[in-house]
């Protein structure tokens, strides 16, 4: 009996590990992934959502082998995970339709990353399954196999996260992963073998014994449950992720955090004796409630962000609880995953390819809170029902006046969302878009026009027409970036990576030629709608569209060096990594005359991004200066303070800009040192960790 009982958790041992190591894998493929399309697609916050919904797809087909075909295959199933292999190591070998960005990454998708993804992702549902039908099934219950994958899943986006993007390249990232899938399928057939005798002698007498057992066939409600228990929480994981990764920017590190709490909620809830904890089953209003105020708040500070995804948690909490709460006996094990796995796809469809179209702003939000809060509502059960009936006078005043502060919260800030003065509403793959009219912006100068892009300034105008092509906001008069356009001689040839308003204009001459290169091309039919600084150039204005390094790129055959590049795709908080790679200030470099200067304006909340231009410079053998930082105090209501690095080939083109107050590089700049980031490796944890260490804690909150 003792050696039986070995066995026995022998078996389970090796269930648990291979569960675990599939979970590990398929979910620090994730950002691998993401982080091989950054080059090639931009960078864009949509990426990753469209990411998120390709790989519920998959999962969702993975599920279905799992239910109809991975039983009836048995052995063969083993055959089937040699098929990843013709994907692996990861690579991509293709360039975005910037005409159909949405098509053209789901192709890749597909054709680069979709076989090992859909064959690990059965790997749980195959293992409870092989456990459910043998004797082992007698003793333990498959559902906590789902906990340890998601343990997996989550211990794997935080490895990937903070230890392996970090510490190595995605050449060998990608090589180490095919190494270790390998070993995968080694651990999966010692699996299969040393449950496969047991199932032989065994899985008859468990039959028997599931015949005597009284278990009831889920209804169609209960299926009704599940699906929107796992398809709600799916459309608010996608929400949130484009809250945080539009102000933050699109990279793996941000990207997985509110991934690895959606994860980590299942581990919670799917244990032995799980299910959702007493207090949240009666403090649910007011979750909800709180959630729905941060719809009010701006997403430019670490409270706020921090504030929704702990809210998100508590409810990813509650609703993963509740579908535990009503999952069936292990006969229809299967049919419950793929309810949850459908329920998943839907949720991430209606965010990342519905809500787009439908919405002009994220709505979906408030929207998906409604319907948790009827869900919720419809699910509750007597813990709810009994605190309403015993609680004390003093308890329920408290709540009730608690629930009455967070409503006066959000009416104030719906209030004032409401208020702004908005003329225009655009919405698409890059985001949203707002034109704001601020009348009484000032006294002397009257009020101005704003293009918002979610909470980021990325242009403005005088509504006067005596003083629309007056530079306002980043580009005024006397800040970093018209020092640059000041001390260029004339004629001049400029490129400008990101489009906004069209500031820049007004800095051009009668000879000067501009390229604009603009990632998003509604942002071009916005600009010429909306403001005037396009038509009113006195120079030659040409707008390209598509990724700015990959279009510089093929358009190097045109030959033209240019006097200027600037880099202006950085005033949004979100920035696009892959524009400061080594490989990108190359494409840079062979574009530029050889007196010629680069200029990036990188004023930003979260990073510090100084030493990162300094270091690849120096790799480069460049010299780099930065401006001095403006009082804002004696700034003007429409100028921005600006943060600004020029380099260039010799110092001699950067003497002007010292004159001005310019600091050049140099061993006692007061910059840390940084490596340089290549598409290879990078790593955006020092430059966030730096403005968090030397104050940006304190500007944030």
Known sequence: MERHGIFRNLRMMTLTAVVFW????????????????????????QIWLICLMFFQAMLLLGYLYAHLLAQRLGFWHLILLLLPLINLPFGIGTEPNPQSPILSLLIVLLSCFA????????????????????YLGESYEPYPLYAASNAGSLIGLFAYAFVIEPLVGIKIQSLVWAVCYLLFIMLMSITWYLLKPAQ?????????????????????????TWLLLSSLPSALLLTVSNFISMEIGSFPMIWIIPL??????????????????????????????????????????????????????????????????????????????????????????????ISPLIFK????????????????????????????????FLTAVGRVGFIGIIITMITIGALRLFNENVKYRHRNFYGTYRIIEELSFDGKLGGMRVLAHGSTLHGAQMIDPS????????????????????????????????????????????????????IDPDNYEIAKRWFTYLDHSKG????????????????????????????????????????????????????????????????????????????????LKLFGVMNPMADR????????????????????????LIDRGWVMFSEKDGLYKVKPWTDDHMSIFIPLTETMKRGGWANLM
Not at 490 to 502: E, H, M, Q
Not at 577 to 598: F, Q
Request: hydrophobic share 45%.
């Open 115 to 134: 076989l090992p993804f859909v064959i690990l992702s059965t790997t749980a549902i195959v293992a409870q399954s092989w456990l459910a039908r043998s």
């Open 22 to 45: 599939g979970a590990f894998l398929l979910f620090v493929s994730e950002p691998l992934i993401g982080r091989f399309l950054l080059p090639f697609w931009g960078g864009a916050v």
């Open 361 to 392: 702003r994220y709505f979906e939000y408030l929207i998906l809170l409604l319907i948790l809060g009827a869900t919720f509502w419809w699910l509750r059960n007597e813990s709810f029902k009994k605190f309403w009936r015993r609680a004390s």
């Open 200 to 224: 032989a002698r065994e899985l008859k007498a468990f039959k028997e014994k599931s015949k005597e057992k009284s278990e009831k066939t889920p209804i169609p409600s209960q299926y009704g």
């Open 633 to 656: 105090s004696k700034l003007e209501r429409y100028q921005n303070a600006t943060n600004c690095v020029a380099i260039a080939r010799n110092t001699a083109r950067l003497q002007a």
């Open 260 to 353: 690895a709490l959606y994860l980590y909620s299942f581990v919670i809830t799917f244990r032995v004796n799980g299910g959702v904890p007493k207090l949240l089953n009666i403090l649910w209003p007011e979750i909800l409630l709180l959630a729905s105020a941060f719809y009010f708040v701006k997403p430019d500070n670490w409270t706020a962000i921090f504030g929704c995804l702990l809210v998100f948690f508590i409810i990813c909490i509650l609703s993963h609880g509740k579908v535990y709460e009503t999952r069936p006996p292990a006969r229809w094990l299967t049919n419950f995953y793929l309810t949850l796995a459908v329920g998943g796809f839907l949720g991430g469809c209606s965010v990342s390819l």
């Open 540 to 619: 030659k204005v040409d707008v390209v569209a598509g990724d700015g390094r990959l279009s510089m790129k093929n358009l190097a055959k045109d030959g033209l060096k240019y006097d200027i590049i600037h880099m202006d795709a950085f005033t949004g908080d979100g920035i696009p990594i892959h524009l400061l790679t080594k490989e990108a200030m190359e494409v840079y470099l062979s574009r530029l005359a050889d007196d010629g200067i680069i200029l990036f304006h990188i004023s930003n909340r979260f990073y510090n991004l100084r030493p990162l231009i300094k270091s690849t410079s120096e790799a």
């Open 467 to 518: 003083a629309q092509m007056m530079p306002v906001t980043y580009y005024y008069h006397g800040g970093g970036i018209s020092d640059v356009y000041e001390t260029t001689p004339k004629p001049r040839r400029i490129a400008v990576i990101g489009l906004g308003a069209g500031v820049v204009c007004t800095y051009l001459e009668e000879k000067d030629a501009l390229t604009f290169f603009e």
